[in-house]
C-alpha cells in the first residue's frame, strides 16, 4: 500500500532572495490512500537553493513520512461527503440526493436537484409555508394550504387569506369585518362582542351595553340593563303618567328628591346606574 512520486515538481513561484521566507507551505492533493514520504528536495534554479540548503536554511533531515486515509461519509453515494463529516472527499452540495454532477445554476450552494429555488439564489433554503417552494421564488405564501396567501407578503399574487392560520378555501367572512368564520370570534357580528361582555351581538340581549350575567327579569329578550319599558312622561316608572309623575318633578327639582326614571335604566333590574340626574 505504499506509492511514490518521482520528481514532483512545483512551478517557480518561489521568491528569489536569501532566506526572507522562513516557512514554505505545500500542498497535495492524493486520491489514494497509503504512505506519503518526502526523502529529498532540490530545484535546478540555483535562485531558489536558499529555500532547501543550509544556510540560512537548516539541513535537511528526512525522509518525512505521513499516512494518506481516504474517509468520506457519503450518505448518496454520489462520491461526495456530507458536510461536517471531517471528510477527505469534497463537500456534497445535496448531501441526502444523489447528484454525481453536483450542478448549481444559481451559485447559492444548493444543488439544483435539492434546491428550493434553482432558478434564485436562496443559501438559507427558507420556506415559511412548507411547500417545497422557497420564500425567494414564492408566489404565494400559504401556510394553512387553502390556496388564499397568508397578510404581508408583497410578492404575492393569490388573495389574501382571512384566516391565514385556519384552512378556509371558501373564505366565507358572514359578518363582513374581514375575519373568515372559520376564526372568527363572532362570526355574525362585525363588531365582534361590542361591550366586550362575553357575548356576540347576535346572541346578546344588551349588544351595547355590559351585561355578562344577561339578565331578562321580564323575559322578553332584551336584558334588564338595555329594557326600555318607558312612556313618555313617566318619570316614576309605574307604567302610568299622573299627578304623581308631576309631584316626583316637583320634588326632584326644588328638594332634590329621588332620580327620576327616564328610560336611562330598567325599572325592573336589581341594580341600576343612573346617569347624570335630568330636569
Request: negative net charge; contains cysteine.
Amino acid at each position: 500500500d505504499t506509492f511514490a512520486y518521482v520528481g514532483v515538481g512545483f512551478s517557480d513561484v518561489f521568491p528569489v532572495g536569501l532566506g526572507e521566507q522562513t516557512y514554505i507551505r505545500v500542498a497535495l492533493e492524493i486520491e489514494q490512500e497509503g504512505t506519503l514520504c518526502i526523502d529529498s528536495i532540490d530545484h535546478p534554479n540555483d535562485s531558489y537553493d536558499w529555500i532547501f540548503m543550509p544556510p540560512p536554511a537548516p539541513d535537511f533531515n528526512g525522509p518525512y513520512c505521513w499516512t494518506v486515509t481516504y474517509y468520506c461519509q457519503d450518505s448518496d453515494n454520489d462520491g461526495y461527503g456530507d458536510p461536517g463529516s471531517n471528510n477527505t472527499c469534497p463537500d456534497d452540495n445535496c448531501p441526502y440526493t444523489y447528484n454525481p454532477d453536483q450542478n448549481d445554476a444559481d451559485s447559492d450552494g444548493v444543488g439544483d436537484v435539492c434546491d428550493n429555488c434553482p432558478d434564485t439564489s436562496n443559501p438559507e433554503q427558507e420556506d415559511i409555508d412548507q411547500d417545497g417552494i422557497g420564500l425567494a421564488c414564492e408566489n404565494c405564501v400559504d401556510t394553512d394550504g387553502d390556496g388564499a396567501g397568508d397578510p404581508g407578503y408583497p410578492q404575492n399574487t393569490c388573495n389574501e387569506d382571512n384566516c391565514p392560520d385556519i384552512a378556509n378555501a371558501d373564505q366565507l367572512d358572514s359578518d363582513s369585518d374581514g375575519m373568515g368564520d372559520v376564526c372568527d370570534p363572532c362570526p355574525y357580528d362585525e363588531f365582534n362582542d361590542a361591550d366586550n361582555d362575553g357575548y356576540c351581538a347576535d346572541v346578546d340581549n344588551c349588544p351595547t351595553i355590559w351585561n355578562p350575567d344577561q339578565a331578562d327579569a321580564d323575559e322578553d329578550g332584551y336584558g334588564d340593563v338595555c329594557d326600555i319599558d318607558w312612556v313618555c312622561g313617566d318619570v316614576t316608572g309605574d307604567g302610568e303618567v299622573n299627578l304623581i309623575d308631576i309631584l316626583a318633578m316637583i320634588q326632584f327639582v326644588y328638594c332634590e328628591g329621588p332620580d327620576l326614571y327616564c328610560g336611562d335604566y330598567s325599572k325592573n333590574a336589581d341594580t341600576v346606574i343612573v346617569n347624570e340626574p335630568q330636569k
